[in-house]
C-alpha cells in the first residue's frame, strides 16, 4: 500500500511527480478548487476549460504542465462535481475524486493531493479514496507490466491541521481500512485454480497469524469435520469438487466489548452452477462468487488492528461447486446444520445452501446481532445494477446497516421481504425448497431462505451480487475486477455498535 504523509506546506511548494487539485460544475462553466495556486494559473485553467475538455464532473481526470510557481512536475484536475447546496462538497464527492486522481496516476512514484479538507471528516475523505484508489492487481504480470501498473509509492495530502492528534487518528484508521479493502480485493481477483477452499482457509489462517497478538482465534473445520458436524449444506455444495468444503471460523473477542456480533460470509471459491450449469460466458466472473467471505475475513481483521471494544465473530462458509460425478442434483435434499431439510429445486441456488450452515452456527454461538454477507442473487443486479448492493432483515438492522453504508460511502438500499413471496420456499418432500418457483423477486424470496435459519435473532442479509465484482471501466477509486465493497459498511456498522 502506498505510503502517506499530511503537510501544512503550500502545495506549489512540493516537489511532487504531480499535484492534484480540484475542479468542480458551475453555473457559469468551471471552477478550480484550489485556494493557493497561483491566481493567474487559476484564471487560465478556467478560461480554457472548454478548450481543454475540463467539466469538472465525477470521476474526470485531467493531466496539465504544471507552470511557473508549481515546483511539481504535473498538474492533476480532479472532478468533484457539483457544490452541496451549502458550498461544500459530500465527504463521497471527495473521496471518489481523489481515488480516480491517484488510480489514473498509476506508475507514478510521488503524488500530492491538495483537496479540500478543512476538518478531519474532509481529511479522511480525501485520504480514504487515495489511498483505495492506489491499487493494482499485477501477481500474474510480467515484470515490465506490473512497474508500469503499479499503484502510486507515495501520496503527501496537504491539510492545514497535519500535526493534529485526530488528524493522524484519521489516517491510521484509513491506512487500516485501505489496507482490508484491499485484502479483499486480492481475494476476489485471484484465480480460481490457486484460490480454491482449503487454499482459502490457510490464506485467512496466515492473515490472522500475519497480524500477531491482536487476540483473533481461528478455526477451521475441514470436510470429514463438517459432514460429522451436520453441515449438509456446505457438504452438498461441495461434494461435486475433487477440493472440500471448509468452515472457518475467525472470534475476536477484546476485554469489555460492549456487543457481540456475527458476520457470515458466502465463500464459493468458483461457481459453474453445478448440474444446473450456468452459461459459458458469464462463467469467468464466477471467481468473485466468494467477496463475501473476503469481505467478513478482513472486516474483522480490520476491527482487531482498530481495537474496536466489539466482539466479532467471522464465518467463512467456503465450497466449490463443481458438476463432478459426486455432484448434488437437483431433487435431492440435505440437511442444513440444527436439522432442517432442503429440497435441493436448482443446483445454481448453492449460496444459500452454505449460508444457512454459517448462519445456523452463528445462532448456536450467541450474538446480539447477526449480518451476513454473500454475492447471493443475479435478481440483486436486475433490481438495483451493478453498483447498489441490497439489503434486508430485521426493519431496525436493516436501517442500521443502511446508515453504515451512508457514512462509509458505499451504495446500499433497503429492500422488503414481502410476506406473500414466502409461500413459495414450501417443498412437497422436505422442510424447504432452495429456489424460488416464480420468476420475480428472487433477491427477496432468498432473504426469506436464509430467515429461516436466524430465529429470532436481529439480522440483515447484505446482497452484493453486481457491486463485488467490476467487470466494466475503473471509475473513483473503484478498479475493474474485485471491488472490497461491504468492509467499508461492515466496519461503520461496528464501530457504530462499539460506541454503544
Known sequence: MADLTLTAKNPTTLKADALVVGTCSTSDGVAVVADQLPTDLVRQIENLAPRLGVTGAADEVRKLPAGDGVKADVLVLTGLGERDADGTFSHESLRRAAGAAVRDLAGTAHVALALPAVDEEELAAVVEGALLGAYSYTRYRGADVAAKRAPVGSLEVVTSFARSARAKAAVGRAE??????????????????????????????????????????????????????????????????????????????????????????????????????KPPAGMPAMKSDMAGAAAVLHTVLAAARLGLPVAVTGYLCLAENMPGGNAQRPADVVTIRGGKTVEVTNTDAEGRLVMADGLVSAVEDGHDVVLDIATLTGAQMVALGNRTSGV?????????????????????????????????????????????????????????????????????????????????????????????????????????????
Open 176 to 277: 487500516v481500512l485501505a489496507a482490508a479493502v484491499h485484502g479483499a480485493r486480492d481475494l476476489v481477483n485471484a484465480p480460481p485454480n490457486d484460490l480454491f477452499p482449503g487454499a482459502f482457509a490457510d490464506a485467512a489462517k496466515a492473515a490472522v497469524k500475519e497480524l500477531g497478538a491482536k487476540g483473533v482465534k481461528v478455526t477451521v473445520l475441514d470436510d470429514k469435520q463438517l459432514a460429522a458436524g451436520g453441515y449438509g449444506g456446505l457438504v452438498g455444495v461441495g461434494q461435486g469438487s475433487a477440493r472440500g468444503p471448509r468452515m472457518v471460523k475467525l472470534a475476536y473477542a477484546p476485554a469489555k466489548a460492549k456487543q457481540k456480533v456475527a458476520v457470515v460470509g458466502k465463500g464459493i471459491t468458483f461457481d459453474t452452477g453445478g448440474i444446473s450449469l
Open 392 to 500: 434486508m432483515g430485521s426493519d431496525d438492522v436493516r436501517d442500521e446497516v443502511k446508515v453504515a453504508a451512508d457514512t462509509a460511502g458505499e451504495a446500499f438500499w433497503p429492500m422488503p421481504l414481502p410476506e406473500e413471496l414466502k409461500a413459495g420456499l414450501k417443498s412437497t418432500v422436505a422442510d424447504m425448497v432452495n429456489s424460488s418457483p416464480e420468476r420475480w423477486g428472487g433477491m427477496l424470496f432468498a432473504g426469506h431462505f436464509l430467515a429461516e435459519f436466524v430465529g429470532d435473532v436481529p439480522w440483515a442479509h447484505l446482497d452484493i451480487a453486481g457491486p463485488a465484482y467490476n467487470e466494466k471501466s475503473p471509475f473513483g477509486y473503484t478498479p475493474a475486477g474485485g471491488t472490497g465493497v461491504g468492509v467499508r459498511t461492515l466496519l461503520a456498522f461496528l464501530e457504530s455498535r462499539a460506541q454503544g
